[in-house]
């Protein structure tokens, strides 16, 4: 008996396409020169590149102002960028969650608390400490906010051990979250006005406030994270069919679970400390990618989440300039009017919400 | 014909958060074939599922032991079962906007690389999958658009993708019509026959499970639980009482599906009474065309049964000559 097979059968491709990584690539190095070209002082295009290539530019002073402030914060703007977008998209997996960002499990309330601890503390007995720490001035808000978020990131590592169930976990990660949170409002109840303002100021986040020196402990701790989060598409893959078709799949879950969860605190919690609390990547990358390649498969969704990440973090930036103004924008203010819409506009188009996650 | 997955002694149920364990049911002592489809039929709350996880491997036992091939499947690594068991599970899948083909694609995750990137010896499982189940037209579909029917056969194409010897499915009918229904079920007996797997699924669908299980699994409630070929079970009163104690009549005559297919070819039948009903079925399952008039006699293949309910008797004639059997199991096992 002879089978029909007159149907042709079109086996789609699986992984990444070289075009799509390699448009966005470009899209990132456009970006990039950008960002360093546009500002309350204008570079031309050709300046910009004859710098970087060791160069003299038209004028002295274009040099030093790309020295010193556009290129560390653009390099600040591509790897925090990158860092809050993929934590995002493990953080939704893990959870599965749509809503799910890399601060689902408290890491930025967690540096909140250390900010605030520095920052807000006003009785002499605690200047005292703080300053024999070391903890004033721009690095120690870094190590203060590190701290916060290791404590919770090591709460949560901790129960993470011992909960089986996922929900659980995100539950428990979010009250630490809450729990932190009403203590920065305690302090900022009790502390001066002045001090309050040098708090909210960093709460608006800013990719500018990141320096040459800081840059060597920021940038290797940001690319470890980001190199780590391409050994862990496999496991993603396999939990998107949930803990138990995981299992079976022969992927230890618990194990799986603690990497992620390192993973993303690591990315989201040294980002936080350097950058402030920037809404929004986090949650729209993802989707957005989702979305563009039209797929959930982690071995495409982490290289694009990443480049994409970092490309819109420039952008954000950018326009929070005002390019041709001395106004600045708060950050969040930008990530957030980009972020929503995002969401809002795929809620609607598709439902791909509802469609990539279990209601 | 050596066993696949077999069960000593075993004990399921659960260790509560104290050290009382809470046994559902004890003495479990059973084993899966290759080449045959085993359905584990039984009231809710029975511990169906129970069993179906802790032979699985996905929970502990809480008394004896459950072996793969030759080796006890609770100590194996994850990684290393995951080559010889896999599962379908009744919880529906949401995965987004993944084609049926990258979720089918998932199963070779015990073979991948770190990367878990595919060669093409892996996506030619990958197809082979789909196409077994005739899920091969549905590649390049996402799942979300997938009808119930067309999900589960992409499930299924996902399990086989391990390249598995034992297949466990919970309740994979649980969600479809009957025509569906019937396709996996149909599905499932072919695959066990053809690939030389064992396959277990737990199901409610007591008529279709009869029809076409090659042994059944009854798990009363509290247990034990009765192993049997489906007809037997259906002739030795098993199936009746254990439908029964549950305020359920099980009415043997019933048969919603006449199953057409007889690459056997025609058999003589001569019998009276449930004897003659349940060994109709039984050769009807292995693939005999049933024929009862007063020509039977001639064909190549003919049984006759004689004796009184207790002491039947099989009387199987065929070229080679004439042999009495004692029991249905016996006639099924010289004739298939």
């Known amino acids: 008996m002879i089978k029909s097979t007159a149907l042709k059968i079109t086996w789609p491709q699986l992984g990444l396409r ?21 500002g309350s002082v204008q570079i031309p295009l050709d300046n910009v590149v004859r710098i970087l290539l060791g160069g ?30 993929v934590s995002g998209l ?18 930025s309330s ?22 024999s720490l070391g903890l004033y001035g721009d690095l120690g808000l870094v190590v203060a906010a590190s701290l916060g978020s290791m404590l919770v990131l090591g709460l949560v590592l901790l129960v993470a051990q011992r909960v089986q169930s996922t929900l659980t976990l995100l539950i428990l990660g979010l009250m630490f979250g809450y729990l932190t949170s009403a203590l920065v409002s305690l302090l900022i109840y009790f502390s001066l006005p002045e001090r309050i303002q040098l708090f909210s100021l960093w709460s608006a986040g800013s990719f500018g406030g990141v320096t040459w020196s800081q840059q060597r402990v920021f940038t290797p701790v940001i690319v470890t994270g980001l190199l780590a989060a391409h050994l862990l598409p496999k496991a993603l893959n396999a939990l998107l069919l949930g803990d138990i078709y995981a299992r079976s799949l022969g992927v230890n879950v618990v194990q799986s679970r603690r990497w992620i969860i390192l993973c993303a605190s690591l990315l989201a919690g040294t980002a936080t400390a350097f950058c402030g609390p920037i809404g929004f990547l986090g949650v729209a990358v993802p989707h957005l990618c989702r979305t563009l390649f039209n797929t959930a498969d982690h071995r495409v969704l982490v290289p694009t989440t990443m480049l994409l990440g970092a490309t819109i973090a420039l952008l954000a930036d950018l326009i929070a300039q005002l390019p ?14 980009f972020g929503v819409p995002v969401i809002i506009w795929m809620l609607l188009r598709q439902q791909q919400l509802r469609a990539s996650f279990a209601g | 014909m050596s066993s696949l997955l077999k069960s000593h002694q075993l004990a399921i149920g659960y260790k509560n958060a104290g050290r009382a364990m809470s046994t559902v049911v004890d003495q479990i002592t059973v084993a899966l074939q290759p080449g045959e489809l085993t359905c584990l039929i039984g009231p809710n709350g029975a511990g169906k599922s129970t069993l179906m996880r802790t032979l699985a491997g996905m929970q502990p036992p809480l008394a004896g032991t459950v072996t793969l091939g030759e080796q006890a499947l609770h100590r194996l690594p994850p990684a290393v079962l995951a080559k010889q068991l896999a599962v379908v599970l009744t919880e529906r899948v949401e995965v987004g906007n993944l ?18 990137r595919l060669r093409q010896a892996d996506e030619a499982v990958v197809r082979q999958a789909m196409t077994t189940v005739g899920a091969d037209q549905l590649a390049a579909r996402p799942v979300s658009e997938l009808s119930d029917g067309e999900r589960q056969k992409v499930m299924i194409a996902r399990a086989l993708a391990q390249e598995p010897e034992v297949l466990i499915l919970d ?58 070929m489906p007809e037997e079970l ?57 024929i009862t008039d007063n020509n039977s006699e001639q064909l190549p293949f003919h049984v006759r049964i004689a004796g009184v309910n207790g002491s039947t008797r099989w009387h199987v004639t065929r070229t080679s000559g004439r042999t009495e059997y004692r029991s249905l199991a016996e006639v099924v096992e010289n004739l298939v």
């Open chain 2, 171 to 228: 309740e994979p009918t649980a969600f479809l019509d009957l025509p569906r229904r019937v396709e996996i079920m149909q599905l499932l007996h072919n695959l066990a026959r053809e690939s030389r797997r064992a396959i277990l699924l737990s199901t409610h669908d007591l008529d279709l499970a009869l029809r076409m299980a090659d042994r059944l699994w009854l798990l009363p409630t509290g247990g034990p639980l009765l192993v049997g």
């Open chain 2, 99 to 116: 084609s049926a083909y990258a979720l089918v694609a998932l199963g070779r995750h015990p073979y991948t690389d770190w990367r878990g």
């Open chain 1, 18 to 38: 070289r075009m799509a990584l390699a448009g966005l690539i470009a899209t990132l190095i456009g970006a990039f020169l950008l960002s360093l070209a546009l």
């Open chain 1, 90 to 107: 493990q953080m939704q997996t893990l959870f599965r969650n749509p809503l799910a960002d890399p601060y689902i499990l408290g890491v």
């Open chain 1, 324 to 337: 041709g103004s001395q106004t600045i924008l708060p950050l969040n203010v930008v990530t957030s009017l």
């Open chain 1, 110 to 131: 967690g540096a909140s608390l250390g900010v605030a601890l520095v920052m807000l503390s006003t009785g002499a007995a605690a200047v005292k400490v703080v300053g």
């Open chain 2, 234 to 290: 259906a002739l030795n009163g098993a199936l009746a009482q254990t439908f029964q104690s549950e305020g359920v009549e099980f009415d043997a005559a019933v048969g919603a599906f006449k199953i057409q297919r007889h690459p056997c070819g025609p058999i003589g039948l001569t019998g009276h009474g449930a004897a003659a009903l349940w060994t109709a079925r039984a050769l009807e399952r292995i693939g005999f065309e049933v």
């Open chain 1, 56 to 85: 003299t530019p038209d004028k002295a002073t274009w040099s030093d102002i790309l020295f010193k402030f556009r290129l560390p914060k653009a390099l600040t703007a591509v790897l925090a960028g990158g860092a809050l977008a």
